[in-house]
């Protein structure tokens, strides 16, 4: 099996829509198979053709409590029931997580890899990943879905985010916890060239004085 490299934005490919696959052959189930593989060396849940380049309508799904990956030629949805907000991400859109609005039942028809007809249902993440993934068959991306650009998250800056501060020090001052009514104070800031900036405006004013303490201590 080969692992195939995964189309990113702003590649056109993603764009165009896919077409049907008239026959099951070795040359689709093959794909397929490479498909599979390209999925898990990336953690996805799931891959659409497209995606790899090819403008068939074939989708693969690894679904978290499932062992084996679903193999779904010319998948089409044709019922959806119910909203729901989920989270979500695309291996084409790497770096990002988007928050949408998907169905939260849908029913599906598709062929297997051995021409069988298929017809699923589906809910939970089985229904947001067929959605997703059929999506992609027609040239649409999670983004289209997005409300505002403010549910999109750029992962590299949520890691800045959460890396707030480089210190956090809790103090313990008489003096201030009667002034304050607090029993704590924390200071929380960042060093820059080993110099302690305190970054917490909201309790700036106490810890200067700590600060100054301890300087003096
Ligand atoms: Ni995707």
């Given at each position: ?44 849940v799931g ?14 799904l690894q679904l978290p409590e499932e062992?084996?990956?679903r193999?779904l ?29 998907r169905s939260e039942r849908v029913k599906a ?11 699923l249902v589906a809910d939970q993440i089985f229904a947001q990943a067929l959605e997703h993934e ?84």
């Amino acid at each position: 099996m080969t692992i195939l490299q995964i189309r990113t934005v702003p590649d056109p490919i993603l764009r165009r829509k896919s077409r049907k696959i008239r026959e099951v052959d070795d040359a689709i189930r093959e794909l397929a198979h490479d498909m599979v593989a390209t999925m898990y060396e990336a953690g996805g849940v799931g891959l659409a053709a497209p995606q790899v380049g090819e403008l068939k309508r074939l989708i693969v799904l690894q679904l978290p409590e499932e062992e084996e990956a679903r193999i779904l030629i010319n998948p089409e949805i044709t019922r959806r029931d119910g909203e729901r907000e989920v989270e979500e991400g695309c291996l084409s859109v790497p770096g990002y997580l988007g928050t949408i609005m998907r169905s939260e039942r849908v029913k599906a028809r598709a062929i297997s890899e051995s021409g069988a007809k298929l017809r699923l249902v589906a809910d939970q993440i089985f229904a947001q990943a067929l959605e997703h993934e059929v999506d992609h068959l027609d040239g649409i991306l999670y983004l289209d879905h997005l409300k505002s650009h403010e549910d999109l998250v750029d992962l590299s800056k949520l890691e800045e985010a959460e890396h707030q501060h480089d210190f956090e020090v809790e103090v313990e001052d008489e003096g201030l916890m009667k002034s304050r009514g607090e029993k704590r104070v924390l200071i929380a800031g960042d060093l820059t060239d080993g110099v302690a900036d305190i970054k917490d405006e909201k309790i700036l004013e106490a810890t200067e004085k700590d600060l100054e303490r301890l300087s003096e201590g």
